[in-house]
Nanobody
Framework: EVQLVESGGGSVQPGGSLRLSCQTSGFDFSIYDMGWFRQAPGKERELVAAINGGGAMPSYVDFVKGRFVISRDNSKNTMSLQMNSLEPEDTAVYYC?????????WGQGTQVTVSS
């Protein structure tokens, strides 16, 4: 059974940092491209960062470039998202999944709130 467990969210002020973690199990993690997605209230879920199976090719959407860093540890089946210079617009529930995602398999997500 595939499991995706996100953690590390919280409330921070603008300009702050958070590090999200994703613990996976139930599939061959190292062969899949993975991604971090987010869903803000009233908006559709969107991809913010992705990384290939080997971990050498991260990619980012424009609005997080230079602020977020995605990484993975295939020995531990985990993935991380270091988020710096957070902005109120980054407020959302963050999810990890393969990229492209399984449509019917999602974790519970982790809430990130950026507010002064």
């Amino acid at each position: 059974e595939v499991q995706l467990v996100e953690s590390g969210g919280g409330s921070v002020q603008p300009g702050g940092s958070l590090r999200l973690s994703c613990q996976t199990s139930g599939f061959d993690f190292s062969i899949y491209d993975m991604g971090w997605f987010r869903q803000a209230p009233g908006k559709e879920r969107e991809l913010v960062a992705a990384i290939n199976g080997g971990g050498a090719m991260p990619s980012y959407v424009d609005f997080v470039k230079g602020r977020f860093v995605i990484s993975r540890d295939n020995s531990k089946n985990t993935m991380s998202l270091q988020m710096n210079s957070l902005e109120p617009e980054d407020t959302a529930v963050y999810y990890c999944n393969r990229n492209p995602p399984w449509h019917y398999i999602w974790g519970q997500g982790t809430q990130v709130t950026v507010s002064s």
